[in-house]
């Protein structure tokens, strides 16, 4: 047997897996957004780059660092007006962390929410989404 074999066997046996960032992270903003209260993931600088070259980021508002066997996820969220933030931010942890390890068997170590900012309707078109949107 080669070295290149006996590489190629250990490996196998190993049973090695790794989930891409981007794969945790959609599963974290899908997560997010099913929580009553969510309206919209608030991405940084760079989000806001992409979107100006004219390119969608998949994960906007979304960071995760992902290891072997944990992960840790940080979501920038937008709140609608009213709601009590510290309920919504422990629904969307739950939420998320349920989702992530289901899908993926990571175990998550930490789901961080930082609220970058309230939506307030201004149109009574606005205030009717807004009401369809609790519903």
């Known amino acids: 047997m080669t070295k290149t074999e006996r590489f190629l066997s250990a490996r196998v046996t190993e049973d090695f897996r790794k989930i891409a960032d981007d794969v945790v992270a959609t599963i974290a903003e899908l997560a997010a957004k099913e929580v009553k209260g969510v309206v919209n993931m608030s991405g940084g600088l760079a989000d806001s780059i992409t979107e100006i070259l004219g390119k969608k980021s998949p994960t906007k508002g979304v960071k995760v660092e992902v290891g072997e066997k944990e992960a840790a996820v940080d979501l920038y ?23 992530v390890e289901t899908m993926t068997g990571l175990s998550v170590v930490e789901v961080n929410i930082h609220i970058q900012g309230v939506f307030i309707p201004k149109e009574p078109k606005d205030l009717k989404e807004v009401k369809e949107h609790k519903e």
């Open 77 to 99: 969220i937008v709140v609608e007006y009213g709601v009590r933030i510290p309920d919504v931010s422990w629904q969307i942890q739950e939420n998320v962390k349920k989702a």
